[in-house]
């Protein structure tokens, strides 16, 4: 199996570009999420998706934007890069969130430097 | 939101057991403890959850007390291969889910 494939692995943007970071799923997951981690810190979440035309803001959300169109796809959108979004990328998905004790399946991350 | 500690770095040797305590003061009823491990350059990858006494899998065992303030994930005879970040976490009952991330404790396993 696949589970989570994200794609690009690393992207280098100028300041003021736009990019879609993909995000699939192959393991037919309700619940996807988006987190970025910055050096030496833990991850943080920045947009989470309950199910196919649902989504919702985390801790991070601003300069970024996210849709999902299929239980399968949640990509991310940034559409004005700036330095502060130069951070590692990752996508994960649970079987099922709120009160489940699921664990939640990662995949391997994009990094992303905006010069 | 129940927030967690724990240190901030390890060091082990191989072989041993190493024992990673995190506190929890503010856990609620119904949260899950729940520990990840991520290498360089991956996600973070489940390794257990509980929400009291003792579980135990083919990786690792959780001790979390009756008050449920703490929890010590143990790794028996680690290996170099057990070098990583260990990640622990307070599942919320409450909400959607959502995993909320310190800084881990870093594993350094020496030969």
């Known amino acids: 199996n696949a589970g989570v494939t994200q794609t690009p692995k690393f992207r280098i943007l100028k300041i003021g570009q736009s990019m879609t970071l993909q995000c699939t799923q192959d393991m037919n997951h309700n619940y996807m999420y988006w987190y970025r981690q910055d050096p030496g810190m833990g991850l943080k979440l920045i947009y989470y998706s309950v199910g196919a035309g649902i989504t919702d803001k985390g801790e991070v959300p601003n300069g970024y934007n996210v849709s999902r169109s299929t239980t399968e796809d949640f990509p991310l959108r940034l559409e004005l890069a700036a330095p502060s979004q130069t951070s590692v990328y990752f996508c994960?998905?649970?079987?099922?969130?709120?009160?489940?004790?699921?664990?939640?399946?990662f995949g391997d991350g994009t990094r992303l430097s905006i010069l | 939101l129940a927030k967690t500690t724990q240190p901030i770095s390890m060091d082990s040797y191989e072989g041993q057991e190493v024992n990673i305590t995190c506190s929890h003061n503010?856990?609620?009823?119904?949260?899950?403890i729940t520990w990840y491990q991520q290498f360089p350059s991956q996600g973070p990858r489940f390794i257990i959850q509980?929400?009291?006494t003792k579980v135990t899998n083919e990786v690792a065992s959780l001790f979390i007390p009756a008050d449920r303030k703490s929890s010590t994930l143990s790794l028996p005879r680690v290996s170099l291969s057990d070098t990583a970040v260990y990640y622990c976490l307070v599942v919320f009952s409450s909400n959607t889910g959502k995993l909320i991330f310190g800084q881990g404790t870093t594993l350094q396993v020496k030969p």
């Open positions: 994960a998905s649970q079987r099922a969130g709120g009160h489940s004790n699921q664990p939640q399946h």
């Open positions: 503010n856990i609620a009823t119904n949260d899950y």
């Open positions: 509980g929400y009291k």
